[in-house]
């Protein structure tokens, strides 16, 4: 047991399915620290979802993730459910919890709703920020252009989430920042996974520029367009890497 009551993971003899092996690998360098279990396996794993450690199709087998989280069933579970409020998994007939696959039509149809909301609330944003917000907005974009310049892809996605989850926020909307943050759940893998071309990603950096000129300006129609594009290009991203996957 360590301090915090966690027992640590203890893989010897535990059998692991073929999708799970490398996946573990991921699971073994995540430390709970934190008090609420359920609350610390939900992060640890949304994590791994998103980053791809635990890719789409994968199933969630439960005695091999408490065995490397050093979890018993219960808090697990509950992070299960949590994640498929998110829509981050599913649960299947015979299979139990998986990783889902979108398919094309369910990306297409995600993401151009989810740029018709983070449009509006850029639209709102301009209208309603106040200079320390600004200065908040700012100074977490100089934070990613560090991480984008150390090629640190993890930080830049957590940072460049900030600044749109702000953003949105900023635009003090209650329902529209409920329908917002359901809708990203479902994309944040894929919103991810975009940024790893090169060029993908310096495209992405100058939208990000192009966003803080049109908070500075107070413009909001040219924010929102901005946001729209932003989000095309990604849909258009992830879209042509699936085609390029299945034409292996």
């Not at 893989?11 to 996946?23: D, H, I, M, Q, R």
């Not at 299960?80 to 990783?99: C, M, S, T, Y």
């Not at 934070?143 to 830049?156: E, F, N």
């Amino acid at each position: 047991m360590t301090d915090n009551g966690i027992q640590n993971p203890k893989l010897k003899g535990v059998s692991k399915t073929p999708e799970l092996e490398a996946a573990l690998e991921g699971i073994r360098s995540v430390t709970i620290e934190r008090p609420v279990l359920h609350a610390a396996v939900t992060t640890a794993l949304r994590k791994l979802i998103v980053e791809g450690t635990l890719p789409p199709g994968t199933r969630l087998n439960e005695r091999d993730l408490c065995a490397s989280l050093g979890v018993s069933r219960t808090p697990l579970r509950e992070a299960l459910k949590a994640l498929a409020a998110e829509g981050l998994i599913e649960h299947q007939p015979n299979r139990g919890a998986v990783v889902p696959v979108l398919s094309e039509a369910d990306i297409i149809d995600a993401f151009e709703l989810l740029g018709c909301l983070e449009g509006f609330a850029g639209e709102l944003a301009c209208a309603r920020i106040t200079p320390e917000q600004l200065a908040e907005v700012k100074a977490l974009h100089f934070s990613m252009l560090a991480c984008y310049a150390r090629v640190d892809l993890p930080g830049y996605y957590a940072l460049n989430q900030q600044i749109h989850d702000l953003i949105n926020e900023i635009a003090g909307n209650t329902s529209l920042r409920q329908t917002y943050q359901s809708v990203n759940r479902r994309l944040q893998a894929l919103r991810f996974r975009s940024n790893h071309d090169p060029k993908k990603w310096q495209r992405a950096v100058s939208d990000h520029e192009k966003m803080i000129a049109a908070l500075e300006a107070r413009d909001g129609a040219m924010m929102s367009a901005i946001l729209r594009s932003h989000l095309s290009e990604k849909k258009d991203a992830v879209l042509a890497a699936m085609r390029t996957v299945a034409a292996a």
